[in-house]
């Protein structure tokens, strides 16, 4: 299969729902894309929370400079679900961290783009290897820990679970440390999509209810659509504003999301988990993606 990447480069600040569904769809299309040529991944996490990146990453939310992703003054992303990675390479390359071509090389040999997040890696905008399920969050909590009670300083920390994540224990000791020490610049993204790569989540081991268990854990906690973008622009807006008015509570934004949205024959199949397409799958989706 003969792909392209398209090098095109999309600015970080406020935008309409219109403009970050065009993101969207540009890291859809790359997700297929990256998948197809590596023939080996996954694509239903990846797609299904693709506006979640577009609007975190390109609704001036995060503060980033792409040439510099070392840059002191930046916000930290740590995915957590590191198996999700295809769809935070597709963002930081939408971004302009590195050319789109690079996608081409996910998971092959000696690649920048492994199949989970590497920082030894050296690839621009990974803040942290991850990929055991339960630490990536541990390690944001930490980052959020440091910025706010040593170094003083206003930066944000975003970390994204899945929703089977939630299994984990360390995901709950995690949250527990974000609200003793009173951490409103963490901002915790549940992909809440009820799928797992073995069934729905309520049937391998119900997390249920998610936004009364982070109340408890004293988290301000948002429910959403995660495919509104105008819900989730409303609901880092209020992240920000917990921030800002230093309301020592961490915040938590429950996405309720479609695995594999935007591809007809993926949308809410637990089976495409971990699979990538075909190149006939692959030359379909495209279409759909338009």
């Known amino acids: 299969m003969n792909v392209e990447f398209e090098q095109k480069v999309f600015p970080n600040k406020r935008q309409s729902a219109e403009e970050l569904a065009e993101v969207a769809l540009h890291i859809r299309r790359d997700i297929i894309k990256s998948l197809v040529l590596a023939q080996s991944g996954h694509s239903g996490g990846p797609l299904g929370s693709s506006d979640i990146f577009a609007t975190m990453y390109f609704g001036g939310y995060m503060r980033y400079k792409p040439e510099d992703m070392t840059w002191e003054g930046r916000d930290r992303f740590v995915l957590s679900a590191g198996h999700m990675c295809p769809v935070l390479y597709a963002t930081l390359a939408n971004a ?25 890696m050296g690839l621009p905008g990974i803040e942290t290897s991850s990929g055991s399920l339960g630490q990536g969050i541990s390690i944001a909590v930490g980052m959020a820990m440091s910025d706010k009670l040593l170094d003083k300083n206003d930066r944000r920390v975003f970390s994204l679970t899945g929703d089977g994540e939630l299994q984990e224990g360390s995901v709950w000791e995690a949250a527990m440390a974000a609200s003793h020490f009173k951490l409103d610049n963490f901002c915790w993204i549940i992909d809440n999509n009820d799928c797992q790569i073995d069934g729905r989540i309520k049937e391998v081991l119900d997390v249920y209810p998610i936004d009364e268990k982070c109340r408890s854990f004293g988290f301000d906690t948002i429910v959403v ?9 409303s609901a880092f807006d209020r992240f920000l504003e917990n921030q800002k008015n ?18 007809s024959f993926m949308n809410d199949n637990y089976k495409w988990h971990g699979v990538p397409p075909s190149v006939e799958q692959a030359e379909k989706a495209l279409a759909e993606l338009v």
Do not use: S
């Open 96 to 120: 302009g961290c590195f050319p789109k071509a690079e996608l081409a090389t996910l998971r092959k040999y000696n690649t920048r783009l492994q199949g989970h997040p590497g920082r030894d």
């Open 225 to 233: 659509d995660g495919h509104n973008f105008t819900e989730l622009m």
């Open 246 to 263: 230093n309301t020592g509570k961490p915040t938590a934004i429950i996405a309720k999301t479609y695995m594999g949205h935007g591809v």
